[in-house]
């Protein structure tokens, strides 16, 4: 597995899914324990030979095959906007913003030094849609001076309404 793909989803990505595996270059998960739907995940192919420039997920139903499928550009994320730069590489250059697969060098990770939180957060985004009940909750703010709380609610006696 020269994509290493593997590596890729579980320890770099970090994807949330308890229930989830990887299958050759593709990530399988049911974010939903025990429903109908799954998620999968594939290197998004470019025109050329094991040329990627991004992620394709799909909503998977397990009788009716596929619902949805949507692809996240590396560039529309970001993901290798560093790399690109420290090379001089720019969006009219060959190889910006994807990776190729080098089968004979198995050691080395092709998409090394991608920077995934914006892929992450977008992946979290689409799960939200097709599975509900992964919706994370935001995190509370953690700015010093800007915690919300929560408002008393006033009175509503008979009395308190007809003083107003």
């Known amino acids: 597995?020269?994509?290493?793909?593997?590596?890729?989803?579980?320890?770099?990505?970090?994807?949330?899914?308890?229930?989830?595996?990887?299958?050759?270059?593709?990530?399988?998960?049911?974010?939903?324990?025990?429903?109908?739907?799954?998620?999968?995940?594939?290197?998004?192919?470019?025109?050329?030979?094991?040329?990627?420039?991004?992620?394709?997920?799909?909503?998977?139903h397990q009788d009716r095959g596929e619902l949805d499928a949507q692809v996240l550009r590396f560039e529309d994320h970001k993901t290798f906007d560093h790399r690109d730069a420290s090379q001089g590489r720019g969006p009219t250059h060959s190889g910006y913003a994807t990776f190729r697969e080098f089968r004979d060098r198995p050691d080395w990770a092709p998409w090394k030094g991608a920077h995934t939180h914006g892929l992450r957060a977008a992946i979290e985004r689409y799960a939200s849609v097709w599975f509900p009940s992964t919706q994370q909750t935001p995190a509370p703010s953690r700015t010093p001076g800007l915690t919300a709380h929560k408002a008393t609610a006033p009175p509503t006696t008979r009395s308190a309404i007809r003083s107003r």
Do not use: S, W
Not at 31 to 42: A, K, Y
């Open 1 to 60: 597995m020269a994509l290493r793909a593997r590596d890729f989803f579980i320890e770099h990505l970090k994807l949330p899914f308890a229930e989830a595996a990887v299958v050759g270059n593709t990530y399988y998960a049911t974010p939903t324990p025990g429903g109908l739907l799954r998620l999968r995940i594939d290197f998004a192919r470019t025109i050329r030979a094991h040329e990627y420039d991004g992620l394709r997920l799909a909503t998977i």
